[in-house]
């Protein structure tokens, strides 16, 4: 069936350090991709997207790479601060709309 | 900026109990979806609304779940009786429309508990 994982549950890095949170997916149909930060108690708050068509996209500190021939999807987070601690999930979608999240990796960042 | 509304914040109930949830998503947004997200895990879809018709629905407990989007606006989830299982958070999105390629904004959520 369809699904996507993160590779890591846990990540730890200090304050001013690069984040690299990867993800797998497996449906090779879907044809975007999405991360999502939560912090605890809120909803999913919408980072970046990208589409199948796209190896990259950067945002505000934020860059994501797609690997469409591996199936792999990562979330690069430049100069992390205190303020980025939350839990991010990737999710994919195809034609109907439908997002397919992972169960999410915990970054925590050390002062 | 636009939001998605969702009320009740958090709710305590007993089960057996019945328990509403209600959403406003961003104005302008023909589709609506109602996630559940249980702790430590991503959102699952529950049931996904274009405009005030149900496109998806699969994954709804249709014996003890209802959904409703009368007006193609705001909608209601409904769970009775609830029980133990279905404490988690239910997360409300909204898009523009139900195609791919279409960001979908969540809502701040609400908290069950069933005793």
């Known amino acids: 069936g369809e699904s996507v994982g993160l590779h890591l549950p846990t990540l730890s890095v200090q304050e001013g350090d690069n984040s690299i949170i990867n993800c797998a997916y497996s449906?090779?149909?879907?044809?975007?991709f999405i991360w999502y930060k939560q912090e605890s108690g809120k909803g999913p708050q919408f980072i970046i997207d990208?589409?199948?068509?796209?190896d990259k996209r950067q945002g505000q500190r934020v860059t994501v790479l797609l690997n469409k021939t591996v199936k792999h999807l990562s979330l690069q987070i430049a100069a992390t601060q205190p303020g980025d601690s939350a839990v991010y999930f990737c999710?994919?979608?195809?034609?109907?709309?439908?997002?397919?999240f992972g169960q999410g990796t915990e970054l925590s960042v050390k002062p | 900026e636009a939001e998605v509304a969702q009320s009740p914040r958090y709710k305590i109930t007993e089960k057996s109990q019945a328990v509403a949830f209600w959403c406003d998503p961003i104005?302008?947004?023909?589709?609506l979806y109602w996630y559940r997200q249980i702790l430590g895990q991503g959102p699952e879809l529950l049931v996904q609304?274009?405009?005030?018709?149900?496109?998806?629905d699969s994954q709804l407990p249709k014996d003890r779940f209802s959904a409703e989007r009368l007006k193609g606006v705001d909608s209601t989830l409904k769970i009775q009786p609830a029980e133990l299982g279905d404490s988690a958070m239910y997360l409300c999105?909204?898009?523009?429309?139900?195609?791919?390629?279409?960001?979908?904004?969540f809502g701040p959520g609400t908290r069950l508990l069933v005793l």
């Open positions: 999105a909204s898009s523009s429309s139900g195609r791919s390629l279409q960001t979908q904004y």
């Open positions: 449906n090779s149909a879907s044809d975007y």
């Open positions: 990208i589409r199948s068509n796209m």
């Open positions: 999710a994919e979608s195809n034609q109907g709309g439908k997002l397919i």
């Open positions: 104005s302008g947004h023909a589709t």
């Open positions: 609304f274009q405009d005030e018709s149900v496109v998806d």
